[in-house]
């Protein structure tokens, strides 16, 4: 579930993700064939292969002018920098439309060999490019493997990948490929420390970034089973103005904060910058930095993904429940699943086994830096706590085993909500080569992570890595092995 919408500037932004603009309006797209969308993802293409004149070119030729002026030229070649660093060179295999004002490209890498989505959004008047979204494969029949993999050779495979990433330097972190509650493949590679050599284990707890959110959306459906909580109620039913303004909790429910329609944005922006980190220990420490935001748009009406609303749903949960909300989840969510190894580690707590984030940094002698400097002090209900491999296998079993929350409250968290890809808290891939899949993704500078459960056959997929983007496409290269698995 590779999906970064636009892109991410390797996560220097933090847990937000920045947009060039909105998708584009309605209007009848070129075909898949036409020479402009050919020439649009070939220059995509070029910019990943060959360097920084060819992303250049790439946002002054086929950008929108106006987008591409947001963007100084240096964080794009950073972006098609580290893009290269992950996947080698790409081929491109196909091009397709999808949809009014989008183009779909199908490429394959040399890393893995593997295939891989990239969606372009284009401007309906001039056919230049808003957004590029690197994605799973597409559900084409050029994508689609013939069935020929036993359980025992996917795992093997999966294990033989993630060590040719760690060789290859595009990788390092821990994997777990599980049939069900059987597990194939649980490996590890690549420094938990640089500073002192210390190796990466299966047991090492690596930074989840996002995938909180998962945690964070089954407590609010918990507390809704218990009746303590409404979905469509608005959010000022449990929160009072010193988080939001009434005129603005009012119109916000606590569905809109889950499904990211709330129209907030992230609270991770410039004033939390300025520090310290250590003074947001606490979900109350957050509200000077969240009681000033203003939806974008009318709550409901459309889609923008949310750190703010995700640490209001945190907040929900505290206030519905009577328990902080880490002493919620530790033991309405980590407790029944049995994962004793997850939590909101403080980054200054001598936690055993906790792996330090590294950012690319190819200017600086060392090639990468730390990320605890410029990361969040403890997790939140947003993202930002740790876990391991082995925690989140069980995480995602006691999910399907409605040891969490009940069958029809999954049916609440997981629906695709059409156009997002996003449902309440889970991410949703609806039409990849290896059938749809349900989990989250995490980035930030030094985290990389997936959760991916299968919803056709039945395989879970945990990828957490401890560097810049190294999830995805390590992902996208066991996602084609489940394709093909028989």
Same mark, same amino acid.
């Given at each position: 579930m590779a999906k970064v919408r636009a892109w991410n500037a390797a996560g220097l932004i933090g847990l937000a993700t920045l947009f060039f603009g909105a998708p584009a309006g309605a209007g009848q797209a070129p075909a898949g064939g036409d020479p402009v969308v050919g020439s649009h993802m070939r220059?995509?293409?070029?910019?990943?292969?060959?360097?920084?004149?060819?992303?250049?070119?790439?946002?002054? #030729?086929?950008?929108?002018?106006?987008?591409?002026?947001?963007?100084?030229?240096? %964080?794009?070649?950073?972006?098609?920098?580290?893009?290269?660093?992950?996947?080698? $060179?790409?081929?491109?295999?196909?091009? $397709?439309?999808?949809?009014?004002?989008?183009?779909?490209?199908?490429?394959?890498?040399?890393?893995?060999?593997?295939?891989?989505? %990239?969606?372009?959004?284009?401007?309906?008047?001039?056919? $230049?490019?808003? =957004?590029?979204?690197?994605?799973?494969?597409?559900d084409w029949a050029s994508a689609r493997p013939k069935a020929t993999l036993d359980a025992e050779t996917l795992g093997r495979r999966a294990s033989e990948l993630a060590q040719h990433g760690c060789d290859k330097g595009a990788f390092s972190g821990a994997v777990l490929v599980a049939k069900g509650a059987t597990i194939l493949a649980e490996t590890a590679c690549g420094p938990a420390n640089r500073r002192y050599g210390a190796a990466l284990t299966p047991e090492s707890k690596i930074n989840l970034?996002?995938?909180? +959110?998962?945690?964070?959306?089954?407590?609010?459906?918990?507390? %809704?089973?218990?009746? +303590?909580?409404?979905?469509?109620?608005?959010?000022?039913?449990?929160?009072?103005?010193?988080?939001?303004?009434?005129?603005?909790?009012?119109?916000?429910?606590?569905r809109h904060l889950l499904t990211h329609t709330s129209g907030l944005g992230s609270f991770l922006g410039p004033a939390y910058r300025k520090g310290p980190a250590n003074a947001f220990k606490d979900l109350a420490d957050y509200k000077r930095l969240v009681r000033d935001d203003t939806p974008a748009f009318e709550p409901g009406t459309r889609y923008q993904y949310s750190n703010t609303g995700m640490l209001l749903a945190g907040a929900i949960v505290e206030a519905a429940s009577g328990e902080s909300y880490f002493d919620y989840v530790r033991r309405h969510v980590f407790g029944p699943a049995g994962m004793?190894?997850?939590?909101?580690?403080?980054?200054?707590a001598p936690v055993a086994n906790l792996a330090?984030?590294?950012?690319?940094?190819?200017?600086?002698p060392w090639g990468w830096t730390e990320n605890t400097l410029g990361y969040i002090y403890r997790g939140s209900p947003a993202g930002g706590g740790f876990s391991?491999?082995?925690?989140?296998?069980?995480?995602?079993?006691?999910?399907?085993?409605? +040891?969490?929350?009940?069958? /029809?409250?999954? #049916?609440?968290?997981?629906?695709?909500? /059409?156009?997002?890809?996003?449902?309440?808290?889970?991410?949703?891939?609806? =039409?990849?080569?290896?059938?749809?899949i349900v989990g989250h993704e995490g980035f930030y500078r030094g985290v990389s992570s997936q959760l991916e459960i299968y919803r056709r056959?039945?395989? %879970?997929?945990?990828?957490?890595?401890?560097?810049?983007?190294?999830?995805?496409?390590?992902?996208?290269?066991?996602?084609?092995?489940?394709? /093909?698995?028989k």
């Open positions: 220059a995509y293409v070029a910019a990943v292969n060959d360097g920084a004149a060819a992303s250049e070119a790439f946002r002054t #030729q086929h950008v929108l002018q106006s987008h591409a002026d947001q963007v100084p030229a240096p %964080v794009f070649a950073e972006y098609f920098a580290q893009q290269h660093r992950i996947h080698g $060179r790409l081929q491109l295999v196909e091009t $397709r439309t999808s949809g009014p004002g989008a183009a779909v490209g199908l490429v394959r890498d040399t890393t893995y060999g593997a295939l891989h989505g %990239v969606t372009l959004s284009l401007d309906p008047q001039t056919w $230049r490019v808003l =957004e590029f979204d690197p994605r799973p494969a597409p970034g996002s995938m909180d +959110k998962m945690f964070t959306a089954v407590a609010v459906m918990q507390l %809704v089973e218990a009746g +303590k909580v409404v979905l469509d109620a608005p959010i000022s039913t449990y929160l009072d103005d010193t988080w939001l303004p009434a005129p603005f909790a009012q119109r916000i429910t606590v004793t190894n997850t939590g909101a580690f403080p980054l200054d330090v984030g590294y950012g690319w940094a190819p200017e600086t391991t491999v082995g925690d989140m296998h069980r995480f995602a079993m006691a999910l399907e085993a409605g +040891k969490l929350v009940s069958p /029809a409250a999954m #049916q609440v968290l997981t629906p695709l909500q /059409a156009p997002n890809e996003y449902g309440a808290g889970f991410m949703i891939s609806p =039409e990849t080569h290896a059938g749809p056959n039945g395989f %879970v997929v945990v990828i957490l890595a401890n560097q810049d983007w190294s999830a995805p496409p390590l992902g996208d290269a066991i996602r084609g092995l489940i394709a /093909a698995a």
